[in-house]
C-alpha cells in the first residue's frame, strides 16, 4: 500500500498543480476547481483502497503492457492480440479493454471499439480508465454528429 502511495501522491500534485493554473489562467471558475481537486482525491482514495492485484491480473498486465508498447510502435494487430491475451486472462480489465479499443479503431473496426469502450465504463465506471474511454465514446459520437450534419448540408444544397 506505500508503494501505491508513494506512486500516486506525485500524480495527485500534478493534477492539482494542472487545476490550479487553469483556475489561475481564469479557464475555471473556483468551483470547477473545487470539483476537480476532488475528482482526483477520490481517484488516489480508490487507488490506495483498492485491492492487491490478483495474479491473473498481474499477469494480463504482463500482457497489456506488451500490447502498449506495440501500440505505440504502430503496430496495432500485433497490440490487438497481446490486449486480448490479457482480457482471455482477466475479463474485467478495463483498462485492457480501453485499449484493445484503441487498436479495434485504428484497425477500423469502430464497432468493436465502441463495444470495449463501453465495456471498460460499464466495468469499472469510477476510474480513470473508464473516463478516457467515455471521452473516447463522446469524442467517436461527436465526429459522427458532424459528419451527418454535414452530409445534410451538402444533400440541402444539392
Given at each position: 500500500?506505500?508503494?501505491?502511495?508513494?506512486?500516486?501522491?506525485?500524480?495527485?500534485?500534478?493534477?492539482i498543480?494542472?487545476?490550479?493554473?487553469?483556475?489561475r489562467?481564469?479557464?475555471?471558475?473556483?468551483?470547477?476547481?473545487?470539483?476537480?481537486?476532488s475528482?482526483?482525491?477520490?481517484?488516489?482514495?480508490r487507488?490506495?483502497?483498492?485491492?492487491p492485484?490478483t495474479?491473473?491480473?498481474?499477469?494480463?498486465?504482463?500482457?497489456l503492457?506488451?500490447?502498449?508498447?506495440?501500440?505505440?510502435?504502430?503496430?496495432?494487430?500485433?497490440?490487438?492480440?497481446?490486449?486480448k491475451?490479457?482480457?482471455?486472462?482477466?475479463?474485467?480489465?478495463?483498462?485492457?479493454?480501453?485499449?484493445y479499443?484503441?487498436?479495434?479503431?485504428?484497425?477500423?473496426?469502430?464497432t468493436?471499439?465502441?463495444?470495449?469502450?463501453?465495456?471498460?465504463?460499464?466495468v469499472?465506471?469510477?476510474?480513470?480508465?473508464?473516463?478516457?474511454?467515455?471521452?473516447?465514446?463522446?469524442?467517436?459520437?461527436?465526429?459522427?454528429?458532424?459528419?451527418?450534419?454535414?452530409?445534410?448540408?451538402?444533400?440541402?444544397?444539392?
Amino acid at each position: 500500500m506505500l508503494s501505491t502511495i508513494k506512486k500516486q501522491v506525485p500524480r495527485l500534485g500534478e493534477n492539482i498543480k494542472t487545476e490550479f493554473n487553469s483556475l489561475r489562467k481564469r479557464e475555471t471558475s473556483l468551483a470547477g476547481f473545487g470539483k476537480a481537486c476532488s475528482g482526483h482525491l477520490v481517484t488516489l482514495w480508490r487507488e490506495i483502497t483498492k485491492p492487491p492485484a490478483t495474479q491473473e491480473r498481474k499477469q494480463a498486465i504482463q500482457y497489456l503492457q506488451v500490447g502498449i508498447k506495440l501500440y505505440n510502435r504502430k503496430r496495432f494487430l500485433d497490440a490487438l492480440h497481446a490486449f486480448k491475451r490479457a482480457l482471455d486472462i482477466d475479463p474485467k480489465y478495463s483498462r485492457a479493454h480501453l485499449y484493445y479499443g484503441n487498436a479495434q479503431y485504428k484497425l477500423n473496426n469502430p464497432t468493436e471499439a465502441i463495444a470495449s469502450w463501453e465495456f471498460a465504463v460499464r466495468v469499472d465506471p469510477e476510474s480513470e480508465t473508464a473516463r478516457k474511454a467515455q471521452d473516447r465514446l463522446d469524442a467517436l459520437n461527436t465526429k459522427n454528429k458532424r459528419a451527418l450534419h454535414e452530409i445534410k448540408e451538402h444533400l440541402k444544397n444539392a
